[in-house]
């Protein structure tokens, strides 16, 4: 019988919980040889602070009920363990709460950052002797893991930002003649222009679009001179700006000058930045919008294939636990586009830990300012399909989780 510590990293996506789901409910399908499934209360300083939650008091209808519902059950975080040599301590400290707690095995829900840190824990549970199997889920809308095809989170922001997109573009062209002509639509990404991309779908609705990747530099007369050229064809334009968007210099359109807690430079204001120069050099009348924490909570129009594929890997994990695996990641391996299809696979966390992947220069069009075809086949099959919840009184039912705390064995620890 082997204890499980389940947390969830970083930012939360539509679908996180659906790998939740997917591995208490594998877990449970296996009572002869899975203990208890605890969950980190807010990551991994659920871990350090040992404050865990005990999901055995969560009953089956409501954790099938996490495979619907948007936002973190048991709660994330932003904290990056140092390395081993600058913080022993804390790596220290959380594999003297899995041995207080009998937990052999440690699922963290995350993306680069999280990779990182189970490898870490793997690394250092080997050194130390102690048989904890790390195993890492992937989990981020940015769509930036090495190896794996797409991250779960990603095809939800995608099919959000395509749809969200396309909506406010019908409303641009409704208004071009007498009032707005340009629309500028901020989205997430900070140094891979994936969720920007899928904006670019809306071009085969026939709606003008510039997108602007943080692959490409943002060159501003290059780029006022191509919304002008819409603006004088179509009556209006569309515009779809990663925050990532970057001067050739390297500075950010919407850098603030404060960092987060993985030391990033905080971003957030290129929509403003560019809605300003249409203003300044073009004339045109505007309107601006940042979709933020809209685009990855939106579970209402989420994809049904990022659902079926974030429960998938949840499951995958308990499976490569059962087989003895250590220090992986579940991975989506595409094998078909059409019809599309792919596979489960594992990846080895050393090749994926701090390693950010990319839009290729073929999916960006030669102009820099749209998705190629390749790119279009890349991404159709990643927003397809609906998994509405369910509604009640005109509100989609979600899940609120009991979250008992399990009681504590170990002295208090200052973080």
């Known amino acids: 019988m082997q204890n499980v510590f389940y947390a969830q990293s970083g930012g939360v996506t539509a679908v996180i919980n659906a790998s939740a789901c997917g591995v208490i409910e594998t877990a449970r399908s296996h009572p002869g040889r899975v ?6 209360r807010n990551g991994i300083l659920g871990a350090l602070a040992e404050d865990l ?14 495979r619907s519902t948007p936002g973190g059950a048991f709660g994330s975080c932003r904290y990056k363990l140092k390395s081993l040599e600058a913080n022993r301590r ?14 052999a095995w440690f699922f963290y829900n995350g993306g ?16 130390m002797g102690y048989p904890l199997q790390a195993i890492h889920i992937p989990k981020t809308v940015d769509n930036d893991l090495p190896i794996t095809d797409c991250c779960p989170g990603f095809g939800s922001v995608a099919k959000y930002v395509a749809v969200s997109t396309l909506e406010a573009s019908y409303d641009v062209r409704s208004m071009a003649r007498t009032s ?19 904006g670019g779908l809306v071009e085969d609705q026939g709606i003008p679009v510039v997108v602007l990747f943080p692959e490409i530099p943002f060159e501003e007369q290059k780029f006022l001179a191509r919304v002008d050229a819409m603006v004088k064809q179509h009556g209006f334009c569309t515009v779809v700006v990663s925050e990532g968007a970057h001067y050739a210099d390297g500075r950010f359109l919407a850098e603030q000058g404060s960092k987060d807690a993985f030391g990033h430079a905080q971003l957030g204001g290129a929509a403003p930045v560019i809605a300003g120069l249409v203003r300044e050099h073009l004339k045109y009348k505007f309107h601006w919008a940042v979709a933020d924490y809209l685009q990855r909570a939106a579970r209402h129009v989420a994809s049904k294939t990022d659902v079926e594929q974030a429960y998938a ?9 059962l087989e003895g695996r250590n220090a992986v990641m579940p991975a989506i391996e595409r094998y078909s586009d059409e019809p599309y299809k792919y596979r489960i696979a594992t990846a080895p966390l050393s090749e994926v830990a701090n390693v950010e992947k990319f839009m290729p220069r073929e999916f960006i069009t030669e102009d820099g300012f749209g998705i190629t075809e390749a790119c279009k086949r890349y991404l159709r099959p990643l927003i397809l399909g609906e998994d509405y919840p369910a509604y009640r009184d005109g509100m989609p039912v979600y899940a609120t ?15």
């Open 35 to 40: 203990g208890k499934v605890y969950a980190g």
């Open 53 to 66: 939650i005990d999901t055995s008091e969560e009953s089956a209808a409501d954790i099938a009920l996490l």
């Open 90 to 103: 804390e790596y220290e400290r959380l594999i003297a709460v899995f041995k207080a707690h009998d937990i």
């Open 112 to 127: 680069g950052d999280s990779a990182d840190t189970c490898f870490k824990v793997s690394q250092l549970s080997a050194s």
């Open 180 to 198: 707005t002509k340009v629309f500028v639509l901020e989205v997430m990404g900070r140094h891979a222009g994936w969720i920007a991309a899928a």
């Open 313 to 321: 890997v949840g499951a995958a994990a308990v499976q490569l636990a």
């Open 401 to 415: 989780l009991k979250n008992v705390a399990v009681p504590r064995k170990l002295p208090a620890f200052d973080l």
